[in-house]
């Protein structure tokens, strides 16, 4: 969205300015119009899922990238679910491989990503623990979380706990310290980028690719591109079964979308930022 680290625009973002005219992907609402080949849905149907350009008052999406929406979320709720979502389930599904009775560390954990693989976690049987800001303590507890550690006040690779799993959404410890928390065969996996780098951004994970080989832990990056209709089923599923719910920090009309960006990107939010069109009886979209 920013530009930043500059390798993404080689990356087919854009090299002098954005390639995507209208931001946002998230999506939930009610389906408009479909084309010929359309089966699975319909004209009315209530969807949530992927698009290009949400931040709009239509929008554009493939069948593959759309599920009728949880019966039990507020199109608002159900906007705030797939990327973060199902970031979190491919981390630490897919990625983490994580197994009931497990101790897994989110870090993190207050924040979109965060607070879907506390959910999650908890739902794959683990023992969780999250890590915030004295401030978000509270929340992290409250969504399902066995233990939460405050940062500020100390420090989870102390020595004192060992974790199976820890996922990373926070981009600014060291390789070498998040690996003192994991067990000697545990899984580290990293969410997305990192602060700084205005050039490349992405240190971490290259070192973690040609660490791992070398170590019994295993050092894996996620970057979830891909938001299959299947992860996004395995969602639904699991919020209508009230085992995941969306937290939603605030809530912007679309008029005032440069201001959830804003506040998202000072990392103030706890959970999720939408925004709402048409008053926000209808549809929401998230950065």
Request: aromatic letters at 4%.
């Given at each position: 969205m920013t530009g930043r680290p500059y390798v993404m625009r080689l990356m087919g973002f854009g090299l002098r300015r954005p390639k995507a005219r209208i931001r946002g992907t998230d999506v939930a609402g009610r389906v408009e119009a479909v084309g010929k080949g359309v089966a699975s849905l319909q004209p009315g149907d209530e969807v949530f899922g992927d698009c290009n350009g949400?931040?709009?008052e239509y929008a554009c999406a493939r069948e593959d990238k759309l599920v009728r929406k949880p019966a039990n979320l507020t199109f608002e709720q159900a906007a705030a679910v797939p990327d973060s979502g199902v970031t979190a389930l491919q981390g630490l599904r897919d990625v983490g491989g994580v197994k009931p009775g497990q101790k897994v560390l989110i870090?993190?954990?207050a924040g979109g990503i965060g607070t879907f693989a506390v959910q999650i976690a908890k739902s794959f049987g683990a023992q969780v623990t999250g890590v915030c800001s004295t401030t978000k303590t509270d929340l992290v507890r409250s969504?399902?979380?066995?233990h939460a550690i405050d940062y500020t006040r100390e420090d989870f690779a102390s020595g004192r706990q060992r974790y199976d799993v820890i996922l990373d959404t926070a981009g600014n410890r060291s390789l070498s310290h998040l690996r003192r928390a994991l067990?000697?065969?545990?899984t580290l996996v990293i969410i997305g980028g990192e602060g700084g780098g205005q050039w490349f951004g992405m240190g971490r994970q290259l070192r973690a690719f040609v660490l791992s080989p070398f170590v019994g832990q295993k050092l894996h990056s996620l970057f979830s591109l891909e938001r299959p209709k299947k992860d996004l089923q395995f969602l639904k599923e699991l919020v209508e079964a009230g085992k995941v719910t969306p937290v939603i920090d605030r809530t912007y009309?679309?008029?005032?979308v440069p201001a959830p960006i804003r506040h998202w990107e000072a990392g103030h939010a706890r959970g999720k930022v939408?925004?709402?069109?048409?008053g926000g009886s209808d549809v929401g979209r998230t950065p």
């Open positions: 949400s931040f709009a870090i993190g954990a969504i399902g979380a066995d067990t000697p065969q545990g009309r679309l008029s005032e939408v925004v709402t069109v048409a």
